[in-house]
């Protein structure tokens, strides 16, 4: 079958999908499936907007709102998976992947599914240390922090993916295994991108992660973009087990402007007689039943079960029984059911709503994948969780993490700036523009906000609010009670208030207040509920040793030198 | 492979087919310098030829891709016998290639009945610069092999290729230049 490969897609879907057109009449092929590497921007209105670590001045409606709400279809099946650019709040929906719009499929934080026979993979986000070991705990109304964390890729992911047995045909992540530029034209990659240069010769460059679920599940495909430049690579792996050593055929591309390498066209061999629908895959789906005690939705660091004689179990693949629980738990359908539905607004460009706070609620797909296979939707656990779990714990490792932390991956730093040239192929990242300042500031593991000039008070509009009142635990009437320092998700955003729009399921939560923010206030007006518990500024935030604060928030003035008193000089950054 | 875009107001009597699709006017109106289109349909222009579809030395050179860019405007002060001075006429020039084996048919429906591509020197420029756009997105290589020029790589060899590379420790940082 005919797959294309796209590599970032930042929402451009219309031209992307009228690129496969052009192709398919102009070469007269017929695409099967679309694979896109990320970066995908299932931007269904304003409030999604909010949700996506993108400068402001750079985030854009774009296409795929069209495709949501129904006005255009996907002309050809659709799979992605995440990457640094997203609606966060509207994937964080389908922490086991699920349909974004009809015929668009996202993979979830981890997943695989079939089609035509042809198993399918994927992680989603970028690796970066410090977030790496903590769970799932971000929750709308995202910090700054959260915002960025919300991509990062999580250990207990990358942990089910090392249960797989079988072999995986393709595999997608957004961001490159390390040390994969070694198996393809090195000198032309930085060529091409010089400022790839140092990391990829000190072999920094890339995720750790991906590199190890490379080596483990030894695809015969491996796409990745992020870094916006095409490159091949022919890995071939050590052999295992006496068998013939595998090959994996690595490609990065680039984003979709004009020409640029954005796309590419495949001949993937099917297996006849499979379904021609997309098929969860059994196997992943035994993993996740067996894997999903182990989810914590908690900033806390979780370190995966190992056969050293602490665990009782650190075996979680899947036996032919658990497959063929799955399969039954299926009532023997394995085709996913095409559930999707629209759960909040679609962008009116006839009326827009540019003070559109983000929409954030379960997703009925979600909700019955979880009730058929009895896993647990860990966006509600987050949502709940969020300020019982703290960030005590967390950091101790910390600050040894942060030392390899910028190793990670290189956060495109020429994407937003260069956006509009479309031909440059090359930065400079001592060129630092704002933007890259904002992206670096967040890779420096800043976890005290009291630089950013937020002195105020900022109500924290407690993260799981909205399970108040149909939720009358006492872990929850005691958080409402406490004034806990924010969790991790310290909800200092730019839309602190929320809104829970009805669904078939979860019940509404309180209508969000009329009163209204500007975009850069951190200060929450009247219209306070009960509920909502004013929190201490973030300059508090305990983050553990890290912090200097104390507990008083630090203010930056100009002429800082006429106010610092003694104590304060120890403190300045 | 390059094909002919044809951007000129003047061009734009027709749907876009005869837009990029079809050989240029200069073809139609000279039969003698181009006895037949073997470029139309599969092959690319000559080198010679008139390759960005100028039918007038006085057009100017607009946008025809980014490879094309830097050799097109040698050609367009009619040293090349490609070239006549000659005026375009507003006939619908693209009328026997509108129906190109490679158009859809969906895009001809879609610009034969519209009010802004059926004047001969309307502005079609939505319609006009979207399918040219798609051209744009367009690249050969997007159906070829991309890893046809390539070994595969042990992991062996390539940490090997990292230890030797790591061993030069001339090499300052970006920072240290």
């Known amino acids: 079958?005919?797959?294309?490969?796209?590599?970032?897609?930042?929402?451009?879907?219309?031209?992307?999908?009228?690129?496969?057109?052009?192709?398919?009449?102009?070469?007269?092929?017929?695409?099967?499936?679309?694979?896109?590497?990320?970066?995908?921007?299932?931007?269904?209105?304003?409030?999604?907007?909010?949700?996506?670590?993108?400068?402001?001045?750079?985030?854009?409606?774009?296409?795929?709102?069209?495709?949501?709400?129904?006005?255009?279809?996907?002309?050809?099946?659709?799979?992605?998976?995440?990457?640094?650019?997203?609606?966060?709040?509207?994937?964080?929906?389908?922490?086991?992947?699920?349909?974004?719009?009809?015929?668009?499929?996202?993979?979830?934080?981890?997943?695989?599914?079939?089609?035509?026979?042809?198993?399918?993979?994927?992680?989603?986000?970028?690796?970066?240390?410090?977030?790496?070991?903590?769970?799932?705990?971000?929750?709308?109304?995202?910090?700054?922090?959260?915002?960025?964390?919300?991509?990062?890729?999580?250990?207990?992911?990358?942990?089910?993916?090392?249960?797989?047995?079988?072999?995986?045909?393709?595999?997608?992540?957004?961001?490159?295994?390390?040390?994969?530029?070694?198996?393809?034209?090195?000198?032309?990659?930085?060529?091409?991108?010089?400022?790839?240069?140092?990391?990829v010769e000190s072999g920094t460059l890339g995720s750790p992660a991906a590199a190890e679920l490379l080596d483990h599940m030894q695809p015969t495909y491996w796409f990745s973009a992020h870094l916006h430049v095409k490159f091949a690579a022919l890995m071939q792996h050590e052999a295992k087990n006496n068998a013939a050593p595998k090959i994996t055929k690595f490609l990065s591309l680039d984003k979709c402007l004009p020409h640029r390498d954005f796309l590419q066209i495949l001949e993937v061999a099917d297996r006849p007689g499979s379904s021609v629908h997309l098929e969860y895959d059994p196997?992943?789906?035994?993993?996740?039943?067996?894997?999903?005690?182990?989810?914590?939705?908690?900033?806390?660091?979780?370190?995966?079960?190992?056969?050293?004689?602490?665990?009782?179990?650190?075996?979680?693949?899947?036996?032919?029984?658990?497959?063929?629980?799955?399969?039954?738990?299926?009532?023997?359908?394995?085709?996913?059911?095409?559930?999707?539905?629209?759960?909040?607004?679609?962008?009116?460009?006839?009326?827009?709503?540019?003070?559109?706070?983000?929409?954030?609620?379960?997703n009925p797909q979600t909700t019955e994948l979880c009730a058929t296979l009895g896993l647990t939707d860990i966006y509600i656990l987050a949502g709940q969780s969020g300020q019982a779990y703290g960030e005590e714990g967390a950091t101790g490792a910390t600050e040894e993490e942060e030392d390899e932390d910028s190793t990670g991956s290189v956060d495109e730093p020429s994407e937003y700036p260069t956006d509009t040239s479309g031909l440059s192929s090359s930065y400079n990242p001592d060129e630092i523009t704002i933007e890259d300042e904002w992206e670096e500031e967040e890779d420096e593991g800043v976890e005290c906000a009291e630089g950013k000039g937020t002195d105020a008070v900022v109500p924290e509009g407690q993260v799981g609010s909205q399970?108040?009142?149909?939720?009358?635990?006492?872990?929850?009437?005691?958080?409402?009670?406490?004034?806990?320092?924010?969790?991790?998700?310290?909800?200092?955003?730019?839309?602190?208030?929320?809104?829970?729009?009805?669904?078939?399921?979860?019940?509404?939560?309180l209508p969000p207040p009329s009163a209204s923010l500007s975009q850069g206030s951190s200060e929450e007006e009247g219209g306070l509920t009960p509920a909502r518990v004013p929190k201490r500024t973030s300059g508090e935030t305990t983050q553990g040793p890290a912090s200097h604060t104390g507990g008083t928030p630090q203010i930056k003035r100009r002429n800082q030198s006429i106010y610092t008193a003694v104590e304060d000089e120890e403190n300045e950054g | 492979m390059q094909r002919p875009q044809f951007r000129h107001p003047r061009q734009g009597s027709g749907p876009r087919a005869a837009g990029f699709r079809s050989p240029p006017p200069a073809f139609d109106r000279t039969g003698s310098m181009f006895p037949s289109p073997p470029w139309a349909f599969s092959t690319p222009?000559?080198?010679?030829?008139?390759?960005?579809?100028?039918?007038?030395?006085?057009?100017?050179?607009?946008?025809?891709?980014?490879?094309?860019?830097?050799?097109?405007?040698?050609?367009?002060?009619?040293?090349?016998?490609?070239?006549?001075?000659?005026?375009?006429?507003?006939?619908?020039?693209?009328?026997?290639?509108?129906?190109?084996?490679?158009?859809?048919?969906?895009?001809?429906?879609?610009?034969?009945?519209?009010?802004?591509?059926?004047?001969?020197?309307?502005?079609?420029?939505?319609?006009?610069?979207g399918t040219n756009d798609m051209e744009k997105y367009y690249k050969p290589s997007m159906l070829q092999d991309p890893w046809a020029d390539l070994q595969p790589i042990s992991v062996t060899q390539a940490q090997s290729k990292c230890n030797s590379k790591q061993t030069n420790t001339s090499r300052q940082g970006r920072y240290y230049n």
């Open chain 1, 1 to 199: 079958m005919k797959v294309a490969v796209e590599g970032c897609c930042h929402g451009e879907l219309d031209k992307i999908y009228e690129s496969i057109s052009y192709l398919e009449n102009k070469e007269g092929v017929k695409v099967d499936l679309l694979l896109c590497c990320g970066d995908f921007q299932a931007v269904r209105n304003e409030g999604d907007m909010k949700c996506m670590a993108v400068p402001a001045k750079y985030r854009h409606m774009q296409t795929f709102y069209k495709y949501y709400s129904g006005e255009k279809r996907a002309p050809v099946l659709t799979i992605f998976i995440g990457g640094n650019h997203e609606a966060s709040n509207h994937l964080q929906e389908f922490p086991y992947g699920g349909w974004v719009a009809p015929n668009i499929y996202y993979l979830g934080y981890a997943g695989i599914v079939r089609f035509k026979g042809v198993r399918i993979g994927g992680v989603s986000g970028i690796f970066k240390s410090h977030d790496y070991k903590k769970g799932h705990f971000e929750f709308p109304p995202y910090s700054p922090e959260s915002l960025r964390s919300v991509y990062h890729i999580r250990n207990i992911d990358v942990f089910k993916l090392k249960q797989i047995k079988m072999p995986i045909d393709i595999f997608m992540t957004h961001d490159w295994p390390r040390g994969i530029y070694h198996y393809g034209n090195t000198n032309q990659l930085i060529r091409q991108k010089k400022f790839l240069r140092q990391e």
């Open chain 1, 283 to 362: 196997e992943w789906l035994a993993i996740l039943k067996a894997t999903d005690s182990l989810q914590k939705p908690s900033c806390n660091f979780w370190n995966p079960p190992q056969d050293n004689g602490l665990h009782t179990r650190w075996d979680f693949s899947a036996s032919e029984e658990a497959m063929m629980e799955v399969v039954s738990d299926l009532s023997g359908d394995l085709c996913i059911p095409e559930n999707f539905s629209l759960t909040v607004p679609a962008y009116d460009p006839s009326r827009p709503q540019p003070n559109a706070h983000p929409f954030y609620s379960t």
């Open chain 1, 467 to 509: 399970d108040s009142d149909r939720d009358s635990s006492p872990q929850r009437e005691m958080a409402n009670r406490l004034i806990l320092p924010p969790p991790c998700s310290a909800p200092e955003s730019e839309d602190p208030l929320r809104s829970l729009r009805p669904l078939s399921l979860p019940p509404p939560s």
């Open chain 2, 45 to 129: 222009p000559p080198p010679f030829g008139p390759r960005f579809g100028q039918c007038s030395p006085n057009t100017p050179p607009r946008e025809f891709g980014g490879n094309r860019g830097g050799g097109g405007g040698k050609y367009f002060d009619g040293q090349s016998p490609g070239h006549t001075p000659r005026r375009s006429s507003p006939s619908p020039r693209g009328a026997p290639f509108r129906r190109s084996p490679y158009e859809s048919p969906g895009r001809h429906s879609g610009y034969q009945g519209s009010p802004r591509t059926s004047t001969p020197f309307g502005s079609t420029h939505g319609r006009e610069r």
